[in-house]
């Protein structure tokens, strides 16, 4: 249960969103990171596999024709979050919604990103995406049903205002050969909504272990706009010890047949 809150929404959040897709026939996954598979040389898909029977999810990135010196992408994507939302839907230990409240509903949200990235230095790529996202709720959704958590908050505000935008930028590069690194900035916006603005930057470091597997290691720092006030917080936080905890994780890569 604890792994499924730190991962509710967070799929994508130490990711390195570019525009370049894998390989054909390539995948990689994570303990934490979604399965990534190369359908073509110009289109990719990608899951969570741990969420995906709690909230099914899907993404696709299609690449596009270059501008200038800029690759470019599409992805599309959607979750169906109810299923996880009903199990936080109790009281007492991780109950993070009331019973007492109206039943969750069924929730389909859907996202469309436009991905540019070019190359600065040799081996140094930067990254740019703006996005629209859209949430439908096929039934009334209870106002007080919000889980006022860093992230969470403002992916699942797309549910109470109905839509959502957003833009980030990623800078990638080599430290050593078998050292990269990692650094980001984006903004979730929500216009209108109670709590209509978050901040989010992340560092992470890649280390390659060999040639299929590679170690994570960073930080997310989150400023937000909430109901009760802004807040500012480095992630991972276990609320438990009430700190911050390096983010760690083990991606492995391979080539299907």
């Given at each position: 249960m604890i792994i499924l809150i730190g991962q509710l929404f967070s799929a994508q959040h130490w990711a390195h969103h570019s525009a370049f897709s894998l390989p054909e026939k390539r995948w990689?996954?994570?303990?934490?990171?979604?399965?990534?598979?190369?359908?073509s040389e110009r289109m990719e898909y990608s899951i969570h596999p741990l969420l995906f029977s709690v909230m099914p999810n899907l993404s696709i990135k299609i690449s596009k024709k270059n501008i200038g010196n800029w690759a470019t992408a599409s992805r599309y994507g959607g979750f169906?979050?109810?299923?996880?939302?009903?199990?936080?839907?109790?009281?007492?230990?991780?109950?993070?919604?009331?019973?007492?409240?109206e039943p969750i509903p069924r929730l389909l949200g859907l996202y469309t990103d436009l991905l540019m990235t070019r190359a600065l230095f040799t081996s140094t790529y930067l990254s740019i995406k703006t996005g629209l996202s859209l949430g439908l709720s096929f039934s009334g959704l209870d106002q007080r049903t919000t889980i006022d958590?860093?992230?969470?908050?403002?992916?699942l505000g797309i549910f109470y205002n109905k839509w959502a935008i957003r833009f980030?930028?990623?800078?990638?590069?080599?430290?050593?050969?078998?050292?990269r690194y990692l650094v980001d900035a984006d903004a979730h916006i929500l216009p209108g909504f109670n709590g209509d603005l978050s901040l989010e930057h992340k560092g992470v470091l890649f280390w390659e272990i060999n040639e299929h597997l590679q170690l994570l290691c960073g930080y997310k720092?989150?400023?937000?706009?909430?109901?009760?006030?802004?807040?500012?917080?480095?992630?991972?936080?276990?609320?438990?010890?009430?700190t911050w905890v390096p983010f760690i994780d083990l991606q492995w890569s391979g080539t299907g047949k």
């Open positions: 990689d996954i994570g303990i934490f990171q979604p399965f990534r598979f190369g359908v169906y979050p109810t299923p996880l939302l009903n199990m936080l839907t109790h009281k007492g230990q991780f109950g993070m919604i009331s019973p007492d409240l958590l860093p992230l969470v908050y403002h992916r980030g930028a990623d800078l990638a590069g080599n430290i050593t050969k078998k050292l720092f989150v400023w937000a706009r909430f109901p009760f006030g802004s807040q500012a917080r480095i992630l991972p936080y276990i609320p438990i010890i009430e």
